[in-house]
Each structure stands twice: as C-alpha cells, then as structure tokens.
C-alpha cells in the first residue's frame, strides 16, 4: 500500500484517465489533501475509490495534476532511471544520420515536465515544473550514469515555470559545455552556441522535414526560407546544389549563426546565398510586390497561438502568410508550411490554404504531409503533443 496522500478528481477527470489522457486540470479536482507541497507525489482515485495511478500536483498551476504512471508504483531513482533508459534507447536510430537528437520529450516520454536533448556528446535539460523540480537530483544522476555527458546545460522554459510559481533558472549544472557546438543533420553542420540559442537549443523537431525537402532540390532551385532560424531549410538545400537561398528572420542572433553556418559547411564564396534580418511578414508582402518569385518557399513561424483564444490571430498570419507565399511561388513551384501550435492543427492549414487557394486562383496540389520527427513522439490520448504539422504543396 502507498503511503502517498490521496488526490480526488471528479468524474469528468477519471473519464481522462481512464484513456490515459496526463492532464488534470483545477476544476476538474473534487477534493486536494491538506498540507500539499508543490511538486509533491499523490495518489490518484475517483469519487468512487477507483485507483489510478501516480502523478505529482501543483496548486499554482492551472494543471494541477500531471499523472507519471497509470500503475501504483514508487516515484524514486530507480523509476526516473528506467523511465530515462526507455526515451534513450528509442532515440538509436536518429543519431545514425545525426550526431544530436531530443532523448525526452515531456508526458510522450511519461517524464511529464522534462525535456532532454542531446548535442554531440553534451546535454540540455529543461525542468519547467514543480514536480520535476523535486526530482532534480535523481534525473541529473540518472542522466549522468546513463549517458556519461561531457556536460548538461539548463534551459529550463521561462514561460512554463512562471505558470508554476518558480523561478527561472539557465547555466551550466555538470561538467563542461562548450561555447561552440557544431550539430550535423543528414550530412550537413550547424554552429550551436547553447547560451544563446532559442527553446533548448535547436529546433531538433524539423529534421526529417529539412531532409524531405531537400527531395525537391535541384541545381536551379532557388529557395525563400522563412522564419529560418539558424538556416535548416536552406542550408539543406544549398547542400543540394540548390542555385540560390534568401534567409530571413527578424532574430539578428539566428541570423548571425546562419553567416556563420554557411562557412561552416563552405557555402560562403559562391554567391548561392541572401541573408536578412527582417519581418518577415512585411517582406513577403514586399517581394510579392515586387513580384519576385522563388521555387521553393518555406513559412515556418513560431506558434503564433498558444491558447484557445489566440486562434483568431493566428489564423489570419496564416492567411496572410499563404496568400503572399502563392503570390512570390513560381508556377509549378512549391511551398512548405508548418504551424507549431497546437491551436492550428492540420485541419486549419488545409482550410486557411483552401481560402488562400480561392483568393489568388491558384490550385494547391498536396505532395506531403509533415510532421514533427519522432524523437518528439506524442501521446494519441493527449492531442497537444502533436504540435508541429506542415504542407508541402505543389502551386499549379
Ligand atoms: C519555428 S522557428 C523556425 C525554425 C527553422 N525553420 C528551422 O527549421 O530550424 C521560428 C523562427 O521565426 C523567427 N521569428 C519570429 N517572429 C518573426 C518575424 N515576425 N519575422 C521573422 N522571423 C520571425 C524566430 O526568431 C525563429 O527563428
């Protein structure tokens, strides 16, 4: 018998449960026990005394309960160890075509709140809840036993622990990390400098659709890659022999690291390459009033929705992305769209494209469905954890 207190949700949560669904949320709970800690491991049952598991609660947070098993079981070093050597051991087959790849991604991975990614021999960590937080010492262990890092970066997410009441928290926290990464994707190098890198490093996610496009490529291709980042698109287009890549991004930071990809993969010298520092909202507008035009273009925003509410928003960026992405697309050209946010799911970029199909008169042609690459698995019973969709479509 555990001697964990006893959290009880109402119906409408064990109805969740029962489908393995993580999350329970505040309104959802019938009764919390008394003298809870944050972080602190309850037992969870319904009104009725069904039993269902294990999670760890918050009552700052609006979710204020993340299940970690759907068994009774103790929450202690050996259950992080083996949880931990499951993620790992399912990540074998990405580090044959990359030296990096995310080893645990959050409720996917049943480590609801932690994030771990791999970067050629180094690790980050993000710890973004209170249930996490009282289980810091056990997953460094854990990490450090199992991988033997040369050493692990925090970059635990601001927003994410705000929302739990705690601190923010960024440094190195075991060994050494150097200032200069170089993480190699399908044959090509990107520069990592882990301190001023977004999320937790590297938008490790986009990987198998920076190869699938490669697949369009050819010696006259040129290419806008959008919101590029650090330049994965585009890099791996110019690895393709593509003829020329314009990169926009309106972070000055990224757009330093892509000068700095390119000669890293010796793409400097031939002219192939246009970088920008700029909206790219607005210069997109701008070039499709020039009547420029590209073979290739990518829309790769980041999540211009991150609730419910903000949908609306985001579904006009969408328009006004896909509208001006036919305008600047060759005819026969093909355009790549992504949203990262939960909010606007696959069935919305099919209907915003639709709109932006009839506006323009052009006919979109679907060649690919896109997905985020599967070290960042998803739970089929928790919907948001498949975030990241895309489009590739054919401008007829
Ligand atoms: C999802 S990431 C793109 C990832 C990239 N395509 C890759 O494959 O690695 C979104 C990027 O959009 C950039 N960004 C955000 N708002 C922007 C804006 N208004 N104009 C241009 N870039 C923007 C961010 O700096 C970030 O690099």
Request: glycine letters at 2%.
């Given at each position: 018998m555990s001697n964990l207190k006893k959290l009880v949700v109402k119906s409408s949560a064990a109805k969740k449960l029962r489908l393995f669904n993580p999350w329970v949320y505040?309104?959802?709970?019938?009764m919390l026990p008394e003298g809870l800690e944050e972080g602190e491991c309850v037992d969870v049952v319904d009104l009725k005394g069904n039993h269902f598991g294990v999670g760890y609660t918050n009552?700052?947070?609006?979710?204020?309960l993340r299940m970690l098993?759907?068994?009774?079981?103790a929450i202690n070093g050996k259950w992080i160890k083996e949880r931990l050597n499951i993620a790992i051991a399912s990540r074998n087959s990405i580090l044959e075509h990359s030296n990096s790849c995310r080893l645990v991604h959050s409720e996917a991975d049943g480590l609801a709140g932690l994030i771990v990614d791999f970067y050629d021999g180094v690790l980050t960590v993000a710890i973004n809840t209170a249930g996490m937080e009282r289980l810091r010492k056990e997953i460094v262990g854990a990490l450090i036993d199992i991988i033997k890092p040369e050493g692990i970066y925090e970059k635990s997410d601001a927003s994410v622990r705000e929302k739990e009441g705690l601190e923010t928290t960024e440094g190195v926290i075991y060994g050494k990390v150097p200032d200069f990464i170089e993480v190699v994707e399908f044959g090509c190098q990107f520069g990592l400098e882990l301190k001023s890198a977004q999320k937790t490093g590297?938008?490790?996610?986009q990987r198998f659709n920076h190869g699938i496009l490669t697949?369009?490529?050819?010696?006259e291709a040129t290419m806008l890659d959008l919101f590029c980042n650090v330049g994965g698109f585009g890099m791996h287009a110019l690895n393709a022999q593509a003829k020329h890549v314009t990169f926009v991004d309106s972070s000055a930071v990224a757009m330093e690291q892509v000068v700095s990809n390119i000669s890293l993969n010796d793409?400097?010298?031939?002219?192939r390459t246009t970088c920008v520092t700029a909206n790219a909202m607005d210069y997109i507008k701008d070039l499709a009033d020039k009547k420029e035009t590209y073979d290739i273009v990518v829309l790769d925003p980041p999540s211009?929705?991150?609730?419910r509410e903000g949908a609306k928003g985001a579904v006009s960026g969408f328009k006004h992305l896909i509208l001006n992405g036919i305008r600047v697309c060759k005819p026969g050209g093909i355009i790549a769209l992504f949203s990262c946010?939960?909010?606007?799911g696959m069935d919305e970029l099919i209907e915003i494209s639709l709109d932006a199909s009839r506006d323009t008169g052009k006919q979109l042609k679907v060649l690919e469905h896109m997905y985020q690459d599967k070290d960042h698995p998803y739970l089929l019973n928790m919907?948001?954890?498949?975030?990241l969709k895309g489009l590739l479509f054919q401008v007829l």
């Open positions: 505040q309104n959802e709970i019938a009552v700052k947070s609006v979710i204020t098993s759907f068994k009774q079981e590297f938008y490790l996610d697949e369009y490529v050819d010696e793409f400097e010298d031939d002219g211009f929705a991150k609730t946010s939960y909010h606007v919907p948001n954890s498949l975030y």
